[in-house]
């Protein structure tokens, strides 16, 4: 089992900068690969980034080059560095932690890109 608490989410301008963290409890953190997505109200979660336990990362064209996962194995955190920002960015930001069949959510953090 394992636990997972977004934080940093909030209101920022186009073009700023957030750094969303997720702090995971329960279990062997650095077993699972470790993911962010995100989910617009009526429409299907989406991926927007995951890293495994060795680092190797996968991002979604939307946000390559925008948007950086890092983990962090020792605090049993992951984080997404988001630059250049966008309206269309908006929404929640969901964690999730995934070792086999095992998958697991944490109840999100919203992020509004706004002027």
């Known amino acids: 089992q394992v636990q997972l608490v977004e934080s940093g989410g909030g209101l920022v301008q186009p073009g700023g900068s957030l750094r969303l963290s997720c702090a995971a409890s329960?279990?062997?953190?650095?077993?699972?690969?470790m993911g962010w997505y995100r989910q617009a109200p009526g429409k299907q979660r989406e991926l927007v980034a995951t890293?495994?336990?060795?680092?190797?990362?996968n991002y979604a064209d939307s946000i390559k080059g925008r948007f950086t996962i890092i983990r962090d194995n020792a605090e049993n955190t992951v984080y997404l560095q988001m630059n250049s920002l966008k309206p269309e960015d908006s929404t929640v930001y969901y964690c999730?932690?995934?070792?086999?069949?095992?998958?697991?959510w944490g109840r999100g953090t919203q992020v509004t890109v706004s002027s």
């Open positions: 999730n932690a995934k070792w086999g069949s095992l998958s697991y």
């Open positions: 329960g279990s062997v953190f650095s077993r699972y690969v």
């Open positions: 890293i495994t336990s060795g680092g190797s990362t």
